[in-house]
């Protein structure tokens, strides 16, 4: 994913919510910041060949943990993470804004384990209360807007679908998912408006995979463009 492809989707993106650019642009020369001098991770150090689980944190995680065992390599979105670790699975990789279970990015990057750390304009002071605590070589530094090495942009909007195009990016043959509900009655309009974006953004990656994601069966036929 190029930054040149990516940027339409996310103009389309910024103006559907009213987000500003230049606070996304903030947050990452901070996330840049907070790792110079050190050596976090770089995407070419990933090898996620084979079938790769991407976890949601939808409810249904629970009883759909089965796809992430029998996968070659599990990318977990937030909270997810911890839900396969509790169950047994191992984690290639957590991918998290800090929202939710920052002790958990913690703990993985204390083990060697990489954490795709995301800055947007939301969580500043998240990325200044917790980045300092990681192990940075376990940190792979990641925005929505033009990257600044060595923070870089591999496509995505949400923890969930950001998995998945980071998968994509370190060469999954197959992608399937785990854990996802794009109707989840129990969430705000917020996430709820951000769910249908993933759902936009998937059916897009399958588009460029030429691929078809179980997800978006009986579903693909009424998803527009995400621009």
Known sequence: ???????????????????????????????????????????DSFDLT?????????????????????????????NAAAVCLDNGITVD???????????????????GVAVA????????????????????????????????PPVVNTGGFTDGDRAAFLADRCGADRLVFAGWAFDDPTVGPEKAKKLRWAERLLRWLEERRKERFSILDGRRENIGRPW
């Open 93 to 111: 990789c957590m991918v998290t804004d800090l929202d939710k279970t920052p002790e958990t990015a913690r703990a993985l990057t204390q083990r």
């Open 1 to 43: 994913m190029l930054y040149e492809e990516w940027n339409p989707v996310y103009e389309a993106i910024i103006e559907d919510f009213g987000y500003d650019r230049a606070g996304d642009e903030s947050a990452r020369d901070r996330l840049v910041t907070l790792v110079s001098g050190k050596r976090p991770l770089e995407l």
């Open 117 to 148: 750390v995301h800055a947007h304009g939301d969580n500043v002071e998240l990325l200044k209360q917790h980045v300092p605590t990681f192990e940075i070589d376990a940190v792979l530094p990641t925005t929505q807007v033009r990257p600044v």
């Open 50 to 78: 084979g079938t790769v689980a991407i976890c949601g944190a939808a409810p249904t995680l629970a009883r759909e943990l089965e796809i992430a065992r029998r996968a070659d390599h599990v990318v977990a979105a937030s």
